[in-house]
């Protein structure tokens, strides 16, 4: 395993955690052999907006019943479980944290979605893919630990078909303003790489895209935040956001991400484009 490799699983993998969150689910009163996504929703998506954003950009990217796939940094497969089992999609996740890949397949398959979603443990900079497999290649608040942008969005343009769609929803630089750490996605620098929203829309163009939309989700994310924390202080979202990171760094974490897009130094971007067909 890579030293960049390594630091990531360390940073997001701590051992036991889909035991960790089996536990407080039934400590709250479900039965976990009957359990649903909506009992897994305030656990498995893990960026800003829930799975309110996770619908909102499968409408925005025509996902529909049978379409393929490529959820790039798919975490615990909270937003692969909401494609697949909401709105029919058929779903590969692909991420380089060895506990999220076997928590995303434990709670998938609970939940009876093992026939509609695989998991497969490797790096976006590597997909393990042909050229043009999926309809649709689709990322939430990932690529922000993606170092090589680049390569990134020159292997999401491989794997997909043309006439495909590429939906991005991410943390971005808006400014020269230094970040706080610690963030959600990272203790410090060592594995944060935030890249300017103007550097990626001139990239993800340069690679070969057509832009579909752009969306400033800013303001709309420290409102969903602030809301967040302010619930944390009676317990319940502190501790099951505590229950991820197997630490209790969440409120200052997210302090933090909150302090910097007031500060203007990020953005958070919900974006579609999509690959041209052949002539
Ligand atoms: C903040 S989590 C988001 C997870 C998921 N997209 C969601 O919204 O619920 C970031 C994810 O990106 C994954 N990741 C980071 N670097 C990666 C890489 N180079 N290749 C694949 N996955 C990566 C992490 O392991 C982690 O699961």
Known sequence: MSDYTSSVNKHYG????????????????????????????????????????????????????GKAVLDVGSGIG?????????????????DITEEFCRTASEFTKLVGLSDKISFKCGS??????????????????????????????????R??????????HEIMGASDTPM????????????????PAVWVRNELAEVGFKENHWNDLTEFSIRWFQKKLNIGEDGKVARESASLSGADGFTEQASNVVQNMQDGAIVVIQTVWHKPNKT
């Open 124 to 157: 976006a900079l590597e997909m393990p893919f042909e050229d043009e497999s999926f309809d649709v290649v689709w990322t939430q608040f990932a690529a922000m630990n993606i170092p090589e942008r680049s390569k990134l969005y020159r292997e999401m343009f």
């Open 78 to 94: 909270g937003p692969a479980r909401t494609l697949a089992g909401e709105f029919g999609a058929q779903v590969t996740g692909l």
């Open 180 to 195: 706080k750490f610690p963030v959600l996605w990272a203790p410090d620098e060592s594995i944060s790489f935030v890249r």
């Open 14 to 65: 701590k051992a036991g955690l889909f035991e960790r969150i089996s536990d407080q689910i039934v400590e709250s009163g479900k039965d976990i052999s009957a359990l649903t996504c909506d009992d897994l929703s305030s656990y498995d998506e893990l960026h800003i907006g829930g799975r309110g954003e996770t619908r909102n950009m499968s409408k925005l990217a025509g996902i529909t019943k």
């Open 159 to 168: 794997v997909l078909r043309p006439g495909g769609t590429l939906a991005i």
